[in-house]
């Protein structure tokens, strides 16, 4: 006997009542017993005549129960409040939950019809969505008109290539892309591939070269403020609307990983956000095939077409980089229209420029090398000098490189370690472009190798003290801190200390700040006597990593004494984001470019430099959180 029909059949049947109901999937995803994320069904039902809606009968499940819809529509049913009658008639969508009712509910005289639409229902569900939502839901991709189930498989299989071939491992945001033919809408003729980051994977699209140059120079927020732009991302299916995460798994739509969900959508700030009709859907489409089926060669042309099948039939994509295609001069007159700074590491051919010109003059004595100087060089721009040996050849590529960006850095160092293989800074260019700490790793310790080669052991013996004073260490330098760099990011702590350490004793003056990565790193290994010797070696006393060092050393020595949160307090006084970003769960923003003292951008780098420091110190945080109090 099914006693909740039983429970059914002894209300009062009222034939000319009508419900609306069934079971809905939740705009919220929650984690299950193992933590994966999961989207929790719902029972719901309205009376048509009255609009009372049914409140939750159980909790929420994470499959898909029909009896849990029975349930509730017996739980409405006998609650006087809301119900207090068996209706004539009940309508559902769901044709497998109409067939499952009909068979519980046969005797009891009620009819059970299936609809594609119930208008009372749906507006129920939407308001529903858009309260837990707090109206920032998405569209979903089937809103947009004429777009259609196989259409979005389409789409989901030229998505999963692209993530599949990674295009991002040859090209990344500073390379400006142009889509030559087909055109389908002006805001998708310009574009950047992203992902070289490690962070958001998909493409950019701009509606122009001047609103792409404006993003790279840090302006894109302004600008998203005020015109619509497009992208496709890759996320986890949860970042998807919640249309789109059901349509995935309905329809079992490919996907290459967990995190490779695609969402293809037009922010617009000043009306509704959309989705791609059919055609931009296959010129997206064609367009992620074409560029899963790009070749590092194609790319390093400058210029390529690929003809590729779309949902719409055949489509030919004529694809541009204009970084490839430009030179190295027309490159340093776009730098200086548009206002960039030259990489600091470019201005160290001006010093080898001089040098080499010392180089080819016999001075009998220093006043005489100074006259020679004061008559042919202070003042004057100073004129480049003919590289003589493959190694001078392949360090002026890479003082080209340091002036380009993106695949045309990529391209330079290469083409400077095919003239020299021993060139530290084609080594350093292309660890940077890696996105993979491992692939960087091992770049950056060829270059060590290479400068290693290069000056020999006994440079090392007497130059030690004042390496960063001789241009040609630079490149070593440079590689060194990039390989200790890594190995801090892979966990590889005390290998990492011991390469700062060894920096500083190259050059104690520490032109490249290493003192500040050694010391996060002395604090989260409790290397305690050894951080105390570094903060009182270096008397930074103004910078903000400095002072939030002192505090939690003394902390870690002494516990909440009366001097650690005087230092503590110090600290906060000196710059107070810091302690904002350390105590805030959330992840840090992207390390800025550069800082001034006490600034946001400051508390970023400190908080980015002795974040596992004080997360690993127990009580350390709660510690600073009570005092903040």
Same mark, same amino acid.
């Given at each position: 006997?099914?006693? +909740?029909?039983?429970?059914?059949?002894?209300?009062?049947?009222?034939?000319?009542?009508?419900?609306?109901?069934?079971?809905?999937?939740?705009?919220?995803?929650?984690?299950?017993?193992? +933590?994966?994320?999961?989207?929790?069904?719902?029972?719901?039902?309205?009376?048509?005549? &009255?609009?009372?809606?049914?409140?939750?009968?159980?909790?929420?499940?994470?499959?898909?129960?029909?009896?849990?819809?029975?349930?509730?529509?017996? $739980?409405?049913?006998?609650?006087?409040?809301?119900?207090?009658?068996?209706?004539? &008639?009940?309508?559902?969508?769901?044709?497998?939950?109409?067939?499952?009712?009909? *068979?519980?509910?046969?005797?009891?005289?009620?009819?059970?019809?299936?609809?594609?639409?119930?208008?009372?229902?749906?507006?129920?569900?939407?308001?529903?969505?858009?309260?837990?939502?707090?109206?920032?839901?998405?569209?979903?991709?089937?809103?947009?008109?004429?777009?259609?189930?196989?259409?979005?498989?389409?789409?989901?299989?030229?998505?999963?290539?692209?993530?599949?071939?990674?295009?991002?491992?040859?090209?990344?945001?500073?390379?400006?892309?142009?889509?030559?033919?087909?055109?389908?809408?002006?805001?998708?003729?310009?574009?950047?591939?992203?992902?070289?980051?490690?962070?958001?994977?998909?493409?950019?699209?701009?509606?122009?070269?001047?609103?792409?140059?404006?993003?790279?120079?840090?302006?894109?927020?302004?600008?998203?403020?005020?015109?619509?732009?497009?992208?496709?991302?890759?996320?986890?299916?949860?970042?998807?609307?919640?249309?789109? *995460?059901?349509?995935?798994?309905?329809?079992?739509?490919?996907?290459?990983?967990?995190?490779?969900?695609?969402?293809?959508?037009?922010?617009?700030?000043?009306?509704?956000?959309?989705?791609?009709?059919?055609?931009?859907?296959?010129?997206?489409?064609?367009?992620?095939?074409?560029?899963?089926?790009?070749?590092?060669?194609?790319?390093?042309?400058?210029?390529?077409?690929?003809?590729?099948?779309?949902? $719409?039939?055949?489509?030919?994509?004529?694809?541009? #980089?204009?970084?490839?295609?430009?030179?190295?001069?027309?490159?340093?007159?776009?730098?200086?229209?548009?206002?960039?700074?030259?990489?600091?590491?470019?201005?160290?051919?001006?010093?080898?420029?001089?040098?080499?010109?010392?180089?080819?003059?016999?001075?009998?004595?220093?006043?005489?090398? +100074?006259?020679?100087?004061?008559?042919?060089?202070?003042?004057?721009?100073?004129?480049?000098?003919?590289?003589? &040996?493959?190694?001078?050849?392949?360090?002026?590529?890479?003082?080209?490189?340091?002036?380009?960006?993106?695949?045309?850095?990529?391209?330079?160092?290469?083409?400077?370690?095919?003239?020299?293989?021993?060139?530290?800074?084609?080594?350093?260019? #292309?660890?940077?472009?890696?996105?993979?700490?491992?692939?960087?790793?091992?770049?950056?310790?060829?270059?060590?190798?290479?400068?290693?080669?290069?000056?020999?052991?006994?440079?090392?013996?007497?130059?030690?003290?004042?390496?960063?004073?001789?241009?040609?260490?630079?490149?070593?330098?440079?590689?060194?801190?990039?390989?200790?760099?890594?190995?801090?990011?892979?966990?590889?702590?005390?290998?990492?200390?011991?390469?700062?350490?060894?920096?500083?004793?190259?050059?104690?003056?520490?032109?490249?700040?290493?003192?500040?990565?050694?010391?996060?790193?002395?604090?989260?290994?409790?290397?305690?006597?050894?951080?105390?010797?570094?903060?009182?070696?270096?008397?930074?006393?103004?910078?903000?990593?400095?002072?939030?060092?002192?505090?939690?050393?003394?902390?870690?020595?002494?516990?909440?004494?009366?001097?650690?949160?005087?230092?503590?307090?110090?600290?906060?006084?000196?710059?107070?984001?810091?302690?904002?970003?350390?105590?805030?769960?959330?992840?840090?923003?992207?390390?800025?470019? *550069?800082?001034?003292?006490?600034?946001?951008?400051?508390?970023?780098?400190?908080?980015?430099?002795? $974040?596992?420091?004080?997360?690993?110190?127990?009580?350390?945080?709660?510690?600073?959180?009570?005092?903040?109090?």
């Amino acid at each position: 006997m099914n006693f +909740q029909i039983e429970r059914l059949k002894r209300l009062p049947l009222q034939p000319q009542m009508r419900w609306q109901g069934g079971l809905f999937r939740m705009p919220a995803w929650a984690p299950n017993n193992e +933590q994966k994320l999961y989207r929790p069904w719902s029972a719901f039902w309205v009376n048509l005549a &009255t609009h009372k809606i049914s409140s939750q009968a159980g909790e929420p499940s994470e499959y898909k129960d029909f009896s849990a819809a029975l349930d509730s529509l017996v $739980q409405f049913a006998c609650d006087k409040k809301l119900g207090g009658h068996r209706p004539g &008639t009940i309508e559902v969508k769901d044709p497998d939950l109409a067939e499952y009712l009909q *068979s519980q509910l046969a005797n009891t005289g009620i009819s059970v019809v299936c609809r594609d639409r119930l208008m009372v229902f749906d507006e129920v569900l939407a308001d529903l969505t858009e309260h837990i939502c707090e109206g920032k839901s998405l569209p979903d991709a089937l809103s947009a008109k004429r777009v259609t189930v196989d259409m979005m498989r389409s789409f989901a299989e030229a998505a999963t290539a692209f993530y599949t071939a990674q295009p991002w491992r040859h090209l990344c945001d500073v390379d400006l892309i142009v889509i030559e033919e087909p055109f389908v809408d002006p805001l998708l003729r310009y574009a950047s591939i992203l992902g070289n980051g490690g962070m958001t994977y998909g493409i950019a699209f701009y509606d122009s070269a001047e609103m792409f140059e404006q993003f790279i120079d840090g302006h894109g927020m302004e600008l998203i403020k005020n015109r619509p732009y497009w992208t496709v991302f890759f996320g986890g299916i949860e970042e998807l609307p919640f249309g789109d *995460s059901d349509l995935w798994e309905e329809n079992n739509l490919p996907v290459a990983c967990p995190e490779a969900y695609p969402l293809a959508i037009c922010y617009d700030p000043k009306s509704k956000h959309r989705r791609p009709q059919p055609d931009v859907l296959a010129f997206l489409e064609g367009l992620l095939r074409a560029f899963a089926q790009t070749s590092e060669s194609e790319i390093d042309s400058g210029r390529w077409q690929r003809t590729v099948s779309t949902f $719409q039939g055949e489509e030919t994509y004529t694809l541009a #980089l204009p970084g490839l295609l430009e030179s190295s001069e027309e490159a340093r007159k776009r730098n200086i229209k548009q206002g960039r700074l030259p990489d600091r590491r470019a201005m160290e051919k001006t010093h080898l420029d001089i040098q080499r010109i010392l180089d080819g003059h016999d001075f009998s004595s220093a006043d005489e090398m +100074q006259d020679f100087i004061n008559a042919n060089i202070v003042g004057k721009p100073v004129p480049p000098q003919h590289p003589v &040996t493959a190694l001078e050849q392949a360090q002026d590529l890479c003082y080209e490189a340091f002036e380009a960006r993106g695949r045309k850095q990529i391209q330079l160092a290469k083409k400077a370690l095919e003239i020299c293989f021993d060139c530290v800074d084609a080594y350093v260019i #292309l660890a940077e472009a890696c996105s993979d700490d491992k692939e960087s790793h091992d770049l950056y310790a060829k270059g060590v190798a290479a400068g290693e080669r290069l000056l020999g052991e006994q440079f090392f013996k007497e130059e030690a003290g004042h390496f960063w004073g001789i241009i040609q260490t630079r490149p070593y330098m440079r590689a060194r801190f990039g390989l200790a760099q890594c190995l801090e990011n892979m966990g590889e702590i005390d290998k990492a200390i011991e390469h700062y350490q060894e920096m500083l004793r190259l050059n104690p003056n520490d032109n490249q700040g290493v003192r500040e990565s050694l010391l996060g790193c002395l604090l989260e290994t409790k290397h305690v006597e050894e951080a105390d010797a570094l903060l009182k070696q270096y008397k930074d006393k103004h910078m903000a990593i400095w002072n939030y060092g002192r505090a939690l050393l003394t902390f870690i020595q002494k516990g909440n004494s009366a001097t650690a949160r005087k230092q503590l307090a110090k600290a906060v006084e000196i710059n107070p984001y810091v302690a904002d970003y350390l105590l805030n769960e959330e992840p840090l923003p992207p390390l800025p470019q *550069s800082y001034s003292l006490g600034s946001e951008e400051e508390a970023i780098v400190c908080a980015d430099t002795l $974040q596992c420091a004080w997360e690993s110190t127990p009580g350390a945080l709660e510690w600073m959180e009570q005092q903040l109090d």
